[in-house]
């Protein structure tokens, strides 16, 4: 089945500081998505971005999927933006997926006031 | 109105003991899912439902039964719980499944713990 990988797993910031974090998967994939799960346990739908670029806010997405990664950008973070950032996809890889979303292990936001 | 809503929100129960979770959607989709969050925040598909027809099933143990009465409703039952079912259990369900392309929405989970 396919794989991904996310990076970092844990990424520390201060309150307004921009970043970055990458979403790399091992075959084609036909949905993208990108969530957050807050601390109350919450899978909070960021982007859904099978290719292209989106933008909601402070927070944008790309996805190049000739390349097949994804990147998520958080500007001028904010507390409230702690908690695990999830990428999951849907592929064909090893025959039909019928929506079967394979997840990341997550990237741990923190942000310190 | 919350799209995906489950309950109960936590359950603490016994070792041997069944339990089941409920889970709606009002969003008028076709599909539905279960999903499980381990201790270390790993997410893995469990089943999934098309129109009341189970589609996924994961090699889950068989303790574990999903029942669709509906296109809104998708219920997991557990059988003799064990100490390793603890865990986040999430629902989600997408408009269809056209091979999976359609964006999915969660539930606020369920966290089981077996004691």
């Known amino acids: 089945g396919i794989q991904v990988e996310q990076s970092p797993p844990d990424l520390i910031l201060q309150e307004g500081a921009n970043s970055t974090l990458r979403c790399n998967f091992s075959?084609?994939?036909?949905?993208l998505q990108w969530f957050h799960q807050n601390p109350w346990g919450q899978l909070i739908n960021l982007f859904y971005?099978?290719?292209g670029t989106k933008q909601n806010g402070r927070l944008s997405a790309t996805t190049v999927a000739t390349e097949r990664y994804s990147l998520l950008y958080i500007s001028s973070s904010q507390t409230t933006d702690s908690g695990v950032y999830f990428c999951?996809?849907?592929?064909?890889?090893?025959?039909?997926?019928?929506?079967?979303?394979?997840f990341g292990q997550g990237t741990i936001l923190t942000v310190h006031p | 109105d919350t799209a995906v809503s489950q309950t109960p929100k936590y359950l603490v129960t016994q070792m041997g003991n069944d339990k089941s979770i409920k889970c709606e959607q009002n969003?008028?989709?076709?599909?539905m899912y279960w999903y499980k969050q381990d201790s270390k925040k790993f997410l893995k598909i469990m089943f999934s439902?098309?129109?009341?027809?189970?589609?996924i099933n994961e090699t889950v143990p068989n303790r574990f039964s999903p029942k669709s009465p509906d296109k809104a409703h998708l219920n997991l039952h557990i059988n003799s719980l064990e100490l390793g079912d603890s865990a986040v259990y999430f629902c989600?369900?997408?408009?269809?499944?056209?091979?999976?392309?359609?964006?999915?929405?969660f539930g606020p989970g369920t966290r089981l713990t077996v004691t």
């Open positions: 971005i099978p290719s």
């Open positions: 075959d084609s994939v036909n949905n």
């Open positions: 999951a996809v849907t592929s064909h890889a090893g025959g039909t997926s019928y929506g079967k979303l394979t």
């Open positions: 969003l008028g989709h076709d599909t």
């Open positions: 439902y098309n129109n009341k027809e189970l589609i």
């Open positions: 989600a369900s997408s408009q269809d499944l056209a091979g999976g392309a359609y964006e999915q929405y």
